[in-house]
């Protein structure tokens, strides 16, 4: 009996401790959308059409609860820098950071700080998926517009799809 009762009682152990560890400390179960990590964009489709993206290095550092996304056109340091814009594009890089939360397959940001000033303060929702070292981000322009849409919703749902560097 005592052999019985010690087994059972280590298998519940064991099984407590392997659902604990799919569980955050307030016990409920993880995001579908694991977005934690560093990423860079590799592509875009919008109106089903994919787009390799070579335009730009882009990252997205993703903390627990912040993310922070930079970006910096490619080549740019061999611009002749002849004029100020030259100058001025030499220097660039874009980028912005806030907040997010996750939510099932829903991924918001909370836009502190933007490229676009206009977008400061508002938030931005997203459908979120991760497939092994992939990311697809999905949202609508229009959402990021700060003038109203002239296109269909269909048309202006756009998906990032990064790769997971880290």
């Known amino acids: 009996m005592t052999n019985k009762l010690l087994a059972a009682t280590m298998l519940l152990g064991i099984s407590g401790s392997v659902i604990a560890a799919g569980r955050d400390v ?3 179960a993880p995001p579908a959308c ?3 990590g560093v990423w860079e964009m590799v592509a875009s489709v919008q109106a089903g059409k994919r787009t390799e993206f070579t335009g730009a290095l882009e990252r997205k550092l993703v903390t627990k609860k912040h993310w922070m996304w930079l970006a910096a056109a ?3 340091d061999t611009l002749p820098l002849r004029t100020p814009l030259d100058t001025a594009n030499y220097y660039s890089i ?3 950071f806030g907040t997010y939360d996750v939510s099932g397959h829903r991924y918001t940001e909370h836009i502190d700080v933007f490229v676009d ?3 400061q ?3 931005l929702v997203a459908s979120c998926r991760v497939d092994g070292n992939q990311w ?3 949202f609508l322009a229009s959402d990021l517009a700060t003038q109203p849409a002239t296109t269909p919703a269909s048309k202006d749902s756009v998906t990032e799809i990064w790769r997971r560097v880290e």
Do not use: A, I, W
Request: avoid cysteine; charged fraction near 25%; charge should be positive.
């Open 117 to 119: 000033p206009r977008l």
């Open 121 to 123: 303060g508002k938030s």
């Open 34 to 36: 694991r977005v934690q």
């Open 94 to 96: 874009n980028g912005g």
């Open 26 to 28: 307030h016990g409920s």
């Open 74 to 76: 490619t080549r740019r």
């Open 136 to 138: 697809f981000h999905t």
